[in-house]
Every structure is written in structure tokens, then in C-alpha cells.
């Protein structure tokens, strides 16, 4: 399997070739989807979008459909107001994650107080408790504190837990103390010999250097509330105050689909810009959560 | 001199009790609102539903009544929660193994043999669909599994296979979901190992082949032990997610036919949200959190013997 071919004046191994061949397929498979549903947003009719051989790629730029698109822009559909709904709730449980687990990160990773044991390990037995398990005790804790079927409902638990898929809980705060125990604590003893007291020295030189990981824990948190399905559903009855996972199921029709198939072309698109910008930070977010499970 | 000496070091240590009850103000402060927040929304639901699945509710008075293991007994005699039992226990299986090693052989593929550019290209492109929501992506897996118009029996046709029912037929439910999960999720399996691989040390690689250790061989037994933490720990993520599993099978089969991918966490919601029978629910849920339990001291347990930390 060493033969080269000479390919661009470089010699390439014929072995790679055929790997990359491979995996070029196993691309394809993992954005078909995404490829055909936009192809099929743009169609007339249902059977045109379902028309078989599949149609990978959207028609030419002259024939493309935009009715229902228009249906979604002119709020013939409350499309808008679930993706507002989505956007508010996403950001509150965001900065509400960011702000307590980049706290508390810090604490478990840097000071030396009673209960600190105890505390991070009742929180690491969380994390291994979803909010599947909870949501008939939360439901009712929700409806005694007055704010079922407001996005209160979703957002207060999410920000101390619940939806990141595979580390509920305390995922915020572990990732910022993985982050923080990577710091020496020389920088520490500096600080507090130049007379900076430890919120100072968190907030003004711990802070800062933790950009990138606060990036990251944002974009991370911030996609797995967008996408939460769950918890929204049990806690938000009104259609007017659904996110948008759960208003777009309420909007299905049987055969007309291209309104679902618009809506999931334009409920993708934030995803992946967000996904173009904050790639590498996404990647190395990634990793570290794996570092030491 | 002595006295000098112990001046100073008294003077350090008092400087250092000081630090030290700032730093504890400190700590209460940054540790206790997450802290409270954990009590309210994770330990008190915890416990509460606990206490809920020994007990009946009425819908129409509101009360409820201490009925011991009644609920228990209930879901244990009742045929619909073993099958959504059963269902996600093969899931859980079936997604833990399948998204762990796809996710551990697309992670070689993304590694090191191609050049670093093509590789990023490949890493993100695999990676994409874990960050898109479930309920998104399985809107178009539904019509891809469609049995006269569907994308996948077309192309199965075309290697002269008979269509099959995928979405309508009790054998074939369980796998349509988890092809969507395993489309789904490898990506992000496939990231998680790659952080394991990258601790693989390549001098020792290339001294295996010149060795005669074949691809097999190296990947046997140099690869898979070194990432052995971080693929043990992609394999607890895989199966404690799928025994949650729940948009996919709601979007793409509805839990049918009959309730042939129904899983657990769906039949809690229908209890508890539909039947508003609450001891039912709570008491499925005790049954998920006694599996996820299982699933963390396996965990705990393997990790010892398994998997090879440095």
C-alpha cells in the first residue's frame, strides 16, 4: 500500500487516497441531511421535496420557492416569536451558568474552606442525575414557586443544572475548576503579596485569563439550551411561549411540510455560524471536558 | 537573633491567618449561591421524588395518600414499562457500543494520517450535527426512513433491497432510532478520543512498526490503551445519555407501533403529564436513577482495572 502518484507535482500515498475517499463518504452522510432539507425548504410541493432520486441540491437561484420562508418572515407562523423565546432563555441560562460556575470553579479549584469536600462531591453525584429523573418533583417545585408556563421554569433549574447532555449539573462549575487548577498557584501567592485580596485576584487577573474557557463553557451551554426539547415541553404550556425545538413540533401540519422544513433551515443557521466563529474554542472546550472524567 | 527570627515568623503567620479568613469569606461567597441553587433544582427533587413514588395522587382532590410500595409493584406488573424497560436497555447497549467505537475509529481516521488541514476539515464536518438539535435533524430522518418515498430505501434499492418498513414496523423502530442517535452523536464521541490520541506518543508508534507490529497491532495495543480513560469515559457519557433517550424516538416513531421504541423517559413524561399519575412516573424515574446509579459505580469500579492513567 506505499505506492505514490504523482498528483500536483506531489507524490501522494495511493493508500490516503482511498482513506480520504472514505471519509469524503462518511461527510457526505453527515450533512446529506442538512443539504436535502434545504434543497426541500425551497421546493413547491411536498411531493417535489420527496421526489425520488433524492435532490441533494437546491434548484437554481430563479426557481426557488420562498413561500413558505415568506409564511416565517410575515409571521403567518409564530416561527420569530419561538426563536425570541429561544434566544432569551438561552442567554439567561448562559450568563447565569457562566457567572456561578466560573465562581465556584474557582473556589473549589483555589481555597482551602470547611464543607469544601462535601459540597463539590454532592455536586459531582448531581451531575450524574438528569432532569428526567427529577421532573415530577421539579414541576412541582416550580408550580409552588408561582412560575409555571413562564421561561422561568425552564431557566432557574437549567442554570444550576439539568440540560447539558451527558454532564447535567455541575458541568459549568467542573469545567471552569479543571480550568483554574491549571493555573500555578505561584500567581496566587504573587497577587496576595502585592496586597490583592482574593476577589480581586479573581476578577482582575484570574478572570481575564480564563477568556478562552469562559468562551467556550458560553458557546457550549448556550447551544445545549438552545437545543433543549425536555424541559421546555413539561413546563411551557402556551404556544406564544414554547422554544424553538418545541414551538416548531407544534407547527407541524401532515403534508404541507415545507413550513417545518423552512423553519429547521432557519433554526440551523444560527447554529452554524455560531458553530463557523467559535469552531476552535468548541473543539478545545471539547477536550478538556475529556481530559479526566 | 532566635527572637528576631520568631518575630517575623510570627508576623508571617499572622499575615497568613488573615489571608486565610479573607480567602474563607471568599470562598463562601463564590461557592454558596451555586451551591443553593443545587439544593433547590437537584437535591430537594431528588429527594422529593423519592418520596412521591411511595405515594398515590389524586387528580381531582389533590391530595396524596402513603401507599407504600404500591407504585413499585404497579410498574413491575405492568407490560408497557418492561417494554419501555426492555427498549432502553437495548438502546442503551446498542448506542453505547456504537457511538463509542464508530466514535473511536472516525477519531484514528481524524488523528494524524492526513495532513493537519484535511483533518480539521473532517473533525468539524463530523462534529457538526451533535451541536444541532434533535428534534431539528430528526424532522429529516423521518422522511429519510419513509418506506415508498424515503431516501435510504431508495438507495437500498438500488443494491436490490427490498424496502423496508422502517418507522412502521415493530422490529425495525428501535433500529431507525438509533441510527439517527449514533448520525447524532459520534461526532462527539469522536472529539472526546481524539483528546485521549493525542497523548499517544508517535515516536512509539513508528519504533512499533519498524518493529513488524501491524496497524492492528499498534492500534490494539499502544492507541486504545493510552485513550483508554478518555474512550472509557465517552462509553459512561454514550450509555448514561441513551438512557435518557427521548426526542428522537418522539419525533421519528412516536414510541410505535404499538410501543416498540418506546423508552423509559417517555413513558414517565405520558405518566405524569398525560395520566397525571405522579407515583407511577416517580417511581420509573427511581428505576432510571437505579440504572444510571449501576452505570457511575461501573464507572468508578472498571475505571480501575480498565483503563490505563498514566
Known amino acids: 500500500m506505499n505506492k505514490r502518484l504523482q498528483i500536483f507535482g506531489k507524490k501522494i500515498k495511493v493508500s490516503h487516497i482511498l482513506l480520504t475517499a472514505v471519509m469524503l463518504m462518511i461527510a457526505f452522510v453527515m450533512i446529506a441531511p442538512f443539504l436535502w432539507v434545504f434543497s426541500a425548504s425551497l421546493r413547491a410541493s411536498y411531493s417535489e421535496a420527496t421526489a425520488l432520486p433524492p435532490k441533494w441540491l437546491p434548484p437554481v437561484f430563479s426557481e426557488w420557492n420562498l413561500t413558505y420562508y415568506k409564511k416565517l418572515f410575515t409571521g403567518e407562523l409564530p416561527f420569530f416569536g419561538f426563536m425570541k423565546n429561544s434566544f432569551k432563555m438561552s442567554t439567561v441560562i448562559t450568563i447565569g451558568m457562566v457567572v456561578h460556575g466560573a465562581a465556584a470553579g474557582y473556589a473549589y479549584a483555589k481555597f482551602k474552606f470547611r464543607g469544601k469536600n462535601l459540597m463539590f462531591g454532592l455536586m459531582m453525584i448531581a451531575m450524574m442525575v438528569p432532569v428526567q429523573v427529577t421532573i415530577v418533583a421539579l414541576y412541582k417545585i416550580m408550580n409552588l414557586l408561582g412560575v409555571i408556563n413562564t421561561s422561568w421554569a425552564v431557566t432557574l433549574p437549567s442554570i444550576f443544572g439539568a440540560m447539558c447532555p451527558g454532564l447535567a449539573g455541575a458541568f459549568g462549575i467542573f469545567m471552569m475548576r479543571q480550568f483554574f487548577l491549571s493555573i500555578p498557584k505561584e500567581l496566587n501567592d504573587a497577587a496576595a503579596i502585592d496586597g490583592a485580596g482574593p476577589v480581586r485576584t479573581f476578577f482582575s487577573i484570574m478572570l481575564p485569563m480564563a477568556r478562552s474557557t469562559l468562551a467556550s463553557l458560553a458557546i457550549l451551554v448556550f447551544t445545549f439550551s438552545w437545543n433543549d426539547y425536555f424541559t421546555t415541553f413539561i413546563m411551557i404550556n402556551d404556544t406564544d411561549k414554547l422554544s424553538l425545538p418545541v414551538g416548531i413540533l407544534s407547527i407541524r401540519q401532515p403534508y404541507v411540510k415545507g413550513n417545518e422544513f423552512a423553519a429547521v433551515v432557519l433554526s440551523i443557521v444560527p447554529v452554524l455560524i455560531v458553530f463557523i466563529i467559535g469552531q476552535k474554542w468548541i473543539v478545545k472546550s471539547m477536550t478538556h471536558v475529556g481530559v479526566k472524567g | ?310
Open chain 2, 1 to 310: 537573633m532566635c527572637g528576631a527570627a520568631g518575630a517575623v515568623k510570627r508576623g508571617h503567620i499572622m499575615k497568613k491567618k488573615r489571608t486565610n479568613r479573607r480567602e474563607k469569606g471568599a470562598a463562601y461567597l463564590f461557592t454558596l449561591p451555586s451551591f443553593f441553587g443545587f439544593v433547590v433544582f437537584v437535591l430537594i427533587p431528588v429527594i422529593w421524588v423519592v418520596i412521591i413514588s411511595f405515594q398515590k395522587y389524586n387528580v381531582f382532590t389533590g391530595a396524596s395518600e402513603f401507599v407504600g410500595l404500591k407504585n413499585y409493584l404497579s410498574i413491575l406488573n405492568d407490560p408497557r414499562s418492561i417494554s419501555a424497560l426492555k427498549n432502553t436497555l437495548w438502546y442503551t447497549l446498542l448506542c453505547g457500543i456504537g457511538n463509542t467505537g464508530l466514535g473511536l475509529v472516525l477519531a484514528v481516521l481524524v488523528d494524524d494520517i492526513l495532513p493537519a488541514k484535511v483533518n480539521v476539515f473532517f473533525r468539524s464536518i463530523y462534529f457538526f450535527p451533535s451541536l444541532v438539535a434533535l428534534t431539528f435533524v430528526a424532522i429529516i430522518w423521518q422522511e429519510f426512513f419513509q418506506t415508498d418515498a424515503g431516501v435510504i430505501n431508495y438507495y437500498l434499492g438500488l443494491f436490490g433491497v427490498s424496502k423496508v418498513g422502517w418507522l412502521n414496523s415493530q422490529n425495525m423502530s428501535k433500529v431507525a432510532v438509533l441510527i439517527l442517535d449514533i448520525w447524532k452523536n459520534v461526532g462527539m464521541s469522536m472529539l472526546l478520543i481524539l483528546a485521549g490520541l493525542q497523548n499517544v506518543d508517535k515516536g512509539l508508534l513508528e519504533a512499533a512498526q519498524i518493529d513488524g507490529a501491524n496497524a492492528f497491532q499498534r492500534f490494539r495495543r499502544i492507541i486504545v490503551p493510552v485513550a483508554s480513560p478518555q474512550i472509557f469515559f465517552v462509553l459512561i457519557m454514550n450509555i448514561t445519555g441513551a438512557l435518557r433517550i427521548y426526542e428522537s424516538i418522539l419525533v421519528l416513531t412516536g414510541g410505535g407501533p404499538g410501543d416498540s421504541s418506546r423508552s423509559l423517559v417517555m413513558l414517565v413524561a405520558e405518566k405524569g403529564f398525560t395520566s397525571f399519575d405522579y407515583g407511577a412516573a416517580s417511581a420509573l424515574s427511581i428505576l432510571l436513577l437505579g440504572l444510571i446509579g449501576i452505570v457511575t459505580l461501573i464507572q468508578f469500579a472498571g475505571s480501575k482495572w480498565w483503563v490505563h492513567y498514566e
